[in-house]
């Protein structure tokens, strides 16, 4: 496609509920990075791919926190048993080479009630 | 954490020139100056990047000091849909196994 693309755009789920948030990376990007934004923050890097092999997952806040990318293209983060706390927004970037930066999605606005 | 500062807020009347200072005083060698943008309710948008030179491309100019510890992003002729939170980020070129670390940025507003 023309653009990362994340989905669903919104999630509302009660505290306690499990949620899967899909991103779909520009084709053919080998990168695919996965960052949370708090109201008000700059993103933080949760966990970085290259193909499918998660290389760098330092920044998963906690075990409840998992990300996978089985075939190299599409990724799923999910998080199980969700907290107020994960109330943020998740982006996913994907990118080529760093000589064109990386491409992030629009975004899935997490809401835990 | 970031390795960058930049001042939380700027205000830019439009079609005037916005200049948007970043110090990064402890910059190494091999790292570049990257500079995204992120409008209300969108993902960061890549603007531009240097290494020590001054870049120009169709949205903006980046001009680093020549000792790097500081640069400035240059919109030339400001819109009013360059309203956006501008980040300043320092990172080593191969940037695959070192993700780009944010900071909160600039909350640029670009008045009419």
């Known amino acids: 496609g023309a653009g990362v693309s994340q989905s669903p755009r919104y999630k509302v789920a009660k505290r306690g509920q499990d949620v899967a948030l899909r991103c779909d990376p520009i084709s053919g990007h080998v990168s695919l990075f996965w960052y949370q934004q708090a109201l008000g923050q700059g993103p933080e890097f949760l966990t970085y791919?290259?193909?499918?092999?998660?290389?760098?997952k330092s920044g998963l806040p906690s075990d409840r926190f998992f990300a996978e990318r089985p075939e190299g293209s599409v990724s799923t983060l999910k998080i199980q048993r969700t907290q107020q706390e994960d109330s943020a927004v998740y982006l996913c970037?994907?990118?080529?080479?760093?000589?064109?930066?990386?491409?992030f999605g629009s975004g899935t606005r997490l809401t835990v009630v | 954490d970031a390795k960058t500062t930049q001042p939380p807020s700027m205000d830019c009347a439009e079609g005037r020139a916005a200049n948007l200072p970043c110090n990064h005083s402890t910059i190494s060698g091999n790292e570049y100056v990257y500079w995204y943008r992120q409008i209300h309710s969108q993902g960061p948008q890549y603007i531009i990047h240097g290494l020590k030179n001054n870049e120009t491309n169709e949205m903006a100019s980046l001009i680093i000091t020549e000792d790097r510890k500081s640069s400035t992003l240059i919109l030339p002729h400001a819109t009013l849909r360059d309203t956006a939170v501008y980040y300043c980020i320092v990172s080593p070129r191969n940037s695959g196994n070192t993700p780009l670390v944010f900071g909160k940025g600039t909350r640029l507003s670009v008045i009419a």
């Open positions: 970037a994907s990118s080529l080479d760093l000589d064109y930066g990386y491409t």
């Open positions: 791919f290259q193909n499918e092999a998660q290389l760098d």
